[in-house]
């Protein structure tokens, strides 16, 4: 593998990425951009485990509160990149949802990817 041209290519990707709004969005930090990977996951999962209490657990680690992810969540729901909804079978719980803008824009910027 030739690593000197995956570097470049992954930079020229990165810079890319100003086109895909959500993708800019959730690559502030570790944080926004592991909530995004585990609610493109759990998207595309066979067995999607949809509850937002999962998804904060998957998120949270020793270095990040709970009360940041809320916030990160929140402003994730302000921009629209992601849906909250009642849970289909437990309506004390929430469910996370990418957007189609998120889920359109992910599968973009995915493909640049596909040549490395």
């Known amino acids: ?3 000197l041209k995956f570097i470049n290519n992954l930079k020229i990707k990165k810079s890319k990425n100003i086109k895909f709004s959500s993708v800019k969005f959730f690559s502030k930090d570790k944080i926004y951009f592991n909530l995004y ?3 493109l996951e759990n998207h595309y999962s066979i067995n999607p485990e949809d509850n937002i209490e999962k ?4 998120v949270s680690n ?3 509160s709970r009360p ?3 916030k990160v ?4 729901l302000a921009k ?8 289909k079978k437990d309506k004390r719980k929430f469910t996370l949802q ?3 803008l998120m889920i359109k824009e992910f599968e973009e910027w995915a493909k640049l990817f596909k040549n490395l």
Do not use: G, Q, R
């Open 98 to 100: 990418p957007s189609a």
């Open 55 to 58: 998804i904060i657990k998957s």
């Open 1 to 3: 593998m030739d690593y």
């Open 37 to 39: 990977l585990n609610v």
């Open 73 to 76: 969540i929140e402003l994730s």
């Open 62 to 64: 020793e270095e990040v």
């Open 80 to 87: 629209k990149y992601l849906i909250k909804e009642k849970h």
């Open 68 to 70: 940041t992810i809320f």
